[in-house]
């Protein structure tokens, strides 16, 4: 019965500790990812929102600072030329337009400067005069195509033949005279090298993914790790309707997918160069933050069910064991109560036969113990219950067990002990407790005491046992009591 209790007990336990981690676990959980799945959403919004739109437009102004540098520089230029007279003397001044050419270079920092009058086609840098321009010439192409457009400047990419052949980014600006005539194109470059430094510079600082393209959608200029050179971003996985939407739109701000990570896009049109400027973003970065406080919370919350399944183990663990003491222990005397004794016993047979000890049983019960009652009350009774305890307590060893067997009753358990000296030490406690002096209200009590004892026989059952060494105490009550009787 006990063991069968003990494991109810310990399974229910279990079960209490389970649903409580469950339900915490679960409610740490639940809360955390709430929590992280509401920031997630807040610094998405904020990065397509806020974020990516105000750093394109601090690009944008960089970008007139420093791409659209060549057009300012260029138009000066066209404005410069038009009124000098080296059109009208170009072959005799090369040395001023040289010089002037040079100036340009040095002031501003720019890969190449150039001029071409319209009426010798010779192409000036700043070392003088290079070359004459030809028609059927594939790699001078781009002077005859500005001298016949409408508007005043066009940006394109070309190979500077004058530098090593290096792709370059050139502001080709047409020069009017005051009758708004061609007279000529002037113009800078920038190595496209530079441009992307300039772009590598921006995305470091701002932490951002930095390209142009056209308004076909073909990337023209992007930073050195970017992976987008030559490519159209119609063509890429996921930028498809960005690139839709901010031709549509001009502007605006986009996510997608791509390679499992959510990406922002904020597209700008640039109607200077004609091209759109975008400005990527993942959330990789800016979640990391937010992802480091979820793993930490989730690491809190899990310390946090530990700690109150720790505390909550101590609490049940001691309650539990305050339950056992009430359970198996006599509230008036201290003393292992008839339960505990039903088990001790058990334990008691297995242990004196697995060592071949004797073993024997003594049964007391307090004389005519109600006339106490009825004379001096339940409180007087009550205190010599005790009294008879402590006194029987001291009368054994240490290895033998007393127990309250209820009401007047107590029952020891004699390890080690044969029926003749379980017999003796019976009558010790009845010549002990009629010596005793019992008192209540400074009146004495007579007490006595009778006994049965009982030894164990092999095979036989903790009931057979007790039925016999009952039968002795009842004998002994029978034949004038203050006595002890032997069972058979």
């Not at 959608?217 to 790790?225: M, N, R």
Request: hydrophobic share 40%; aromatic share 10%.
């Amino acid at each position: 019965m006990r063991i069968a209790d003990e494991n109810g007990i310990v399974t229910d336990k279990r079960k209490l500790m389970a649903w409580l981690a469950l339900l915490l676990g679960a409610g740490f959980i639940v809360t955390s990812f709430a929590s992280y799945s509401v920031s997630r959403d807040a610094i998405r919004q904020s990065i397509i929102a806020n974020e990516l739109p105000l750093t394109s437009k601090n690009v944008y102004l960089e970008l007139q600072k420093d791409l659209m540098q060549p057009l300012l520089i260029s138009s000066m230029m066209a404005n410069h030329v038009s009124r000098n007279d080296w059109i009208a003397q170009s072959e005799k001044q090369s040395g001023q337009i040289g010089q002037f050419l040079r100036e340009v270079r040095s002031s501003y920092g720019v890969a190449t400067s150039f001029f071409i009058p319209a009426k010798s086609r010779v192409y000036y840098n700043a070392h003088g005069a290079a070359r004459r321009l030809r028609p059927d010439a594939p790699g001078d192409a781009w002077y005859f195509r500005v001298r016949d457009m409408q508007t005043p400047y066009e940006i394109n990419f070309d190979y500077d033949q004058d530098n090593h052949d290096l792709l370059t980014f050139f502001a080709n600006y047409r020069v009017l005279d005051d009758k708004r005539n061609f007279i000529g194109v002037t113009g800078v470059g920038l190595t496209v090298e530079t441009i992307k430094g300039l772009i590598d510079d921006y995305q470091k600082r701002y932490d951002r993914k930095v390209y142009f393209t056209n308004t076909h959608g073909s990337v023209i200029l992007s930073g050195s790790d970017s992976g987008l050179a030559g490519k159209n971003i119609r063509e890429l996985t996921g930028l498809e309707a960005g690139a839709v939407h901010a031709q549509v739109l001009r502007d605006g701000s986009f996510q997608y997918s791509r390679d499992d990570r959510l990406n922002f896009l904020s597209a700008w049109f640039i109607p200077e160069l004609n091209w759109y400027l975008f400005v990527e973003k993942t959330d990789t970065e800016a979640l990391l933050a937010t992802r480091e406080t979820f793993r930490a919370n989730l690491i809190i919350s899990l310390a946090v069910t530990a700690l109150v399944l720790l505390l909550t183990h101590i609490v049940i663990s001691r309650y539990q064991r305050r339950l056992e003491v009430m359970a198996t222990t006599d509230s008036l005397t201290g003393l292992p109560n008839r339960r505990m004794f039903e088990m001790l016993i058990k334990i008691a047979i297995s242990g004196a036969e697995r060592r071949r000890e004797s073993l024997a049983i003594l049964l007391l019960d307090i004389d005519h113990f109600k006339s106490v009652n009825d004379r001096y009350g339940h409180l007087a009774g009550d205190s010599i219950i005790r009294d008879v305890g402590e006194i029987s307590q001291r009368l054994l060893r240490d290895s033998d067990i007393l127990c309250r067997w209820g009401g007047e009753e107590y029952a020891a358990i004699l390890k080690g002990c044969d029926l003749d000296n379980a017999r003796l030490l019976a009558e010790k406690f009845c010549t002990t407790i009629r010596r005793h002096d019992f008192r209540h209200g400074g009146e004495p009590i007579t007490l006595t005491v009778s006994c049965g004892v009982a030894q164990y026989n092999a095979n036989e059952t903790p009931g057979q046992w007790f039925w016999r060494v009952d039968s002795a105490l009842y004998a002994a009550k029978k034949t004038g009591r203050n006595r002890v009787c032997a069972a058979a």
